[in-house]
């Protein structure tokens, strides 16, 4: 058991990692595909503004709510259920 508990606790670690990472990059993704959308829009004042910050931000907000509640499913809980079931599967079989 005690094998067990080590082995969920080294795979969340990792998961952690991986999570922040694939987070960072996505948001980075998302920022980038606002500042061109913007730059798109106003052709007049495309380029680093104030304005365009504030609308990236605006944006930005929902976006990092759906992305987390995502990540968190497919990074955080899925890896660690599948090894779950793997290894009652081996185990009681």
Not at 4 to 16: K, P
Not at 19 to 36: D, F, N, Q, T
Not at 57 to 81: D, E, K
């Amino acid at each position: 058991m005690i094998a067990f508990l080590r082995l969920i606790g080294m795979v969340l670690v990792v998961e952690l990692i991986f999570y922040v990472l694939i987070w960072i990059y996505i948001r980075s993704l998302r920022r980038e595909e606002l500042e061109k959308e913007w730059d798109r829009r106003h052709p007049e004042r495309a380029g680093a503004s104030p304005e365009r910050a504030e609308f990236v931000r605006r944006s930005m907000v929902g976006f990092s709510n759906t992305l987390r509640a995502r990540l968190v499913g497919l990074v955080l809980v899925l890896p660690v259920v599948a090894i779950v079931v793997i290894i009652v599967i081996v185990n009681y079989n």
